[in-house]
């Protein structure tokens, strides 16, 4: 469950208005899971988009603390996109990050909508950027070991790897950003259509018109269909066990939407 801004040690606060000076009003995010605290700040010179989790012990990050980590790792390689880091504060033990602030509306992936041919170009000019330094280790096939060999999964592509319709925002003179870049790392260049797979079946498209969309890009028709089956198979393992302790509706709907997509290939997932 999120924090409030008011659930701040005063000693964070501090820190954080020592760089922004005094703070008129904080607008919690809407959405969102990955930090303690997501909230937009209004102050003297504008708005900045904060980020905030508690450590577990004063020298102990936790997983939220974790991911705030990679995101401020990866923010300087990937600015094309990612809303620039302004600053970072530890202190009290949190970390804060705040992001530059961007006026803009999430993506839509319904069928038929404009916003999947800007989707289709920011995949296509981040697949084509370097890998940085910082992710070389982050591999992001390690998220379904436990269902197997996923060896076949492996690459040295930079991936978001969570491009959901609200980690996509569009603003105003075609703009558009990526935010939330907790999953980032390396992988095979197809995983980051795959991942996409069931956000456009629960978006309204069935999974031959979802993998049609998939078939423009040469990541995907490149890879061996055992490839892909693998990873339909392995994605939908992962999701019906997760429900074990996260029965939450959204949980069940991207299980139940990795099932039809891994049915679709011909691979029945195990019954809850």
């Not at 809407?30 to 937009?40: F, L």
């Not at 969570?162 to 935010?179: F, I, K, Q």
């Amino acid at each position: 469950m999120r924090s409030h801004w008011s659930d701040l040690p005063p000693e964070v606060i501090s820190a954080v208005t020592a760089r922004t000076g005094p703070i008129r009003r904080v607008e919690p995010a809407p959405a969102g899971n990955h930090a303690d605290i997501a909230a937009t700040i209004h102050t003297a010179d504008g708005r900045l988009f904060v980020k905030a989790a508690r450590k577990t012990a004063p020298d102990t990050d936790g997983p939220e603390v974790r991911s705030l980590r990679w995101e401020a790792a990866i923010n300087p390689h990937v600015t094309e996109y990612a809303p620039r880091l302004h600053w970072t504060v530890e202190a009290g033990g949190w970390l804060v990050l705040a992001f530059e602030y961007v006026q803009a509306r999430h993506a839509d992936y319904t069928p038929g909508s404009p916003d999947l041919n800007t989707l289709t170009k920011i995949i296509g000019r981040l697949q084509a950027r370097p890998l940085p330094d910082v992710l070389e280790r982050k591999r992001v096939e390690r998220r379904w070991e436990s269902m197997g060999d996923m060896t076949p999964l492996a690459g040295n592509t930079l991936l978001h790897a969570d491009l959901n319709p609200a980690n996509v925002l569009l603003g105003d003179n075609d703009t558009a950003y990526v935010v939330d870049w907790t999953f980032a790392g390396r992988g095979a260049a197809f995983l980051e259509i795959a991942l996409l797979i069931p956000w456009l079946l629960k978006a309204g498209h069935t999974p031959t018109e979802a993998e049609h969309w998939a078939s423009q890009f040469p990541a995907w028709t490149t890879t061996a269909p055992a490839t892909i089956d693998l990873f339909a198979r392995a994605f939908a393992d992962k999701w019906q066990a997760n429900l074990a302790t996260n029965y939450e509706p959204w949980a069940l709907d991207h299980a139940t939407a990795a099932r039809k997509w891994a049915t679709h290939r011909h691979y029945d997932a195990p019954p809850s």
